[in-house]
Nanobody, 115 residues
Framework: QVQLVESGGGLVQAGGSLRLSCVVS????????MGWYRQAPEKQRELVAR???????NYADSVKGRFTISRDNAKKTVYVQMNSLQPEDTAVYYC?????????WGQGTQVTVSS
């Protein structure tokens, strides 16, 4: 069974930083894309950042220049460094991976940015 466990969320003041981590465990041979999504109250879940197995990244326009996604394949871990956080970044952040046509999600971690 594949599990994704996120950590690193919390409460931070505007302008601050957080680093989220997501560790993948279970019987999984090769992870293709790894990414982070977020969902704010009463809003749809949206892509924040994604990184392919080859290291190609893409970001939501709203986080470009502030967030950086990275991955450690040996540790089956994906990170997102979030700088210059703003109140509009407040959401539950979810880790997501794809592998051989399957999609897996983490349980989510809350990020709250106070003004």
């Amino acid at each position: 069974q594949v599990q994704l466990v996120e950590s690193g969320g919390g409460l931070v003041q505007a302008g601050g930083s957080l680093r989220l981590s997501c560790v993948v465990s279970g019987n999984i041979y090769r992870i293709q894309d790894m990414g982070w999504y977020r969902q704010a109250p009463e809003k749809q879940r949206e892509l924040v950042a994604r990184i392919t197995s080859g290291g190609t990244t893409n970001y939501a326009d709203s986080v470009k220049g502030r967030f950086t996604i990275s991955r450690d394949n040996a540790k089956k871990t994906v990170y997102v460094q979030m700088n210059s956080l703003q109140p509009e970044d407040t959401a539950v952040y979810y880790c997501h991976i794809t592998t051989w046509g399957y999609n897996y999600w983490g349980q989510g971690t809350q990020v709250t940015v106070s003004s």
